[in-house]
């Protein structure tokens, strides 16, 4: 689902409460009884914990862990062709497709356009972001030129206005992810490519699981530490399966090697023909 559907749904859910945007968090102190939070304005603010769930480029989880986070050589452009178009790809939802140099373009269909996500090699996010959304918008149209449809015709209805250039970065598995009384979870906690889809997925589930281990603590407060053993253990297990997993896909996905890329398809022709004899089996069996 699209991002702005699922944030407009949260903040409908949390009613009330209140949100503050725009203060870049850059560390916190732990007390006794409580934790602050410092921000870059000078300000701060006090809690009996502080979830961090800031993304890659965590503030807080650095002072936790040390590490930096790792470019793995993927750019996304990622931009909007707002039209409706009739193809059974984009009628199906999602597709992506791959390219013979090691790029990809990945399509979704939201209510009113159609979102796409066209990756390359390149020496850094900023040797895109250099280039204006014009430039980039030719780009993707003149290398995808003779890509099947619908993507030619989709790309001529970019709307440069959308374009957003994002790097691929992930950081190293953690072997903890809380100190006292702060905790990380989502991106801070486990940061990983975009490539099978799981990032936004396991932050849910971390919050969802934060949520019912703070319920733990009102109903059991004798088996606090147990159980927040049981849930860093969790997210550390989960999280390190998906980043490696979504590392390699990153780097499988978009060979440059001819002959990797060949076995790479094959790969790809045998599980279809699995998944096509398995839907088969399954609609003669109904």
């Known amino acids: 689902m699209a991002r702005v ?38 300000t701060s603010a006090q809690a009996a914990y502080l979830i961090a769930c800031d993304g890659v480029s965590s503030a807080l989880r650095k002072p936790l862990s040390g590490d930096e986070k790792r470019y793995l050589g993927l750019t996304s ?24 140099d090691g790029s990809s373009a990945f399509c979704y269909r939201q209510s009113d356009s159609v979102a796409l996500s066209y990756t390359v090699h390149a020496p850094s996010e900023d040797d895109l972001n250099a280039q204006t959304p014009a430039e980039l918008v030719r780009r993707i149209q003149q290398a995808t030129s003779t890509w099947h449809p619908p993507i030619p015709h989709l790309v001529t209805t970019i709307d440069e206005a959308s374009v957003v250039v994002r790097g691929y970065y992930d950081r190293e598995p953690l072997t903890r992810v ?20 799981l990032g936004a997925n396991l932050g849910m589930v971390d919050g969802l699981q934060m949520a019912q281990y703070f319920a ?18 969790e ?32 790969g790809f022709r045998i599980g279809n023909l699995f998944i096509q004899q398995f839907s ?3 609609s003669q069996s109904k």
């Open 280 to 282: 088969r089996e399954a």
């Open 77 to 100: 452009i990622v931009c909007v062709a707002p039209l409706l178009i009739q193809h059974p790809l984009v009628q199906g939802g999602y597709f992506m497709t791959l390219g013979d």
């Open 235 to 266: 997210i550390i297990t989960r999280g390190r399966k998906a980043v490696l997993a979504s590392r390699a896909a990153a780097s499988r996905l978009h060979l440059t090697n001819r002959m990797q890329r060949r076995w790479c398809n094959v």
């Open 178 to 197: 809380r100190e006292g009384r702060l905790w990380l979870i989502g991106d801070a906690a486990h940061p990983m490519a975009p490539s099978q889809g």
């Open 5 to 42: 559907a699922l944030k407009a749904a949260l903040l409908q859910a949390v009613g009330p409460a209140p949100l503050h945007f725009g203060r870049h968090c850059t560390g916190y102190r732990q007390g006794d009884e409580d934790i602050e939070a410092h921000f870059a304005d000078g």
């Open 216 to 233: 733990g603590l009102v109903s059991n407060p004798n088996q606090a530490e147990e159980q927040a053993q049981a849930l860093e253990a």
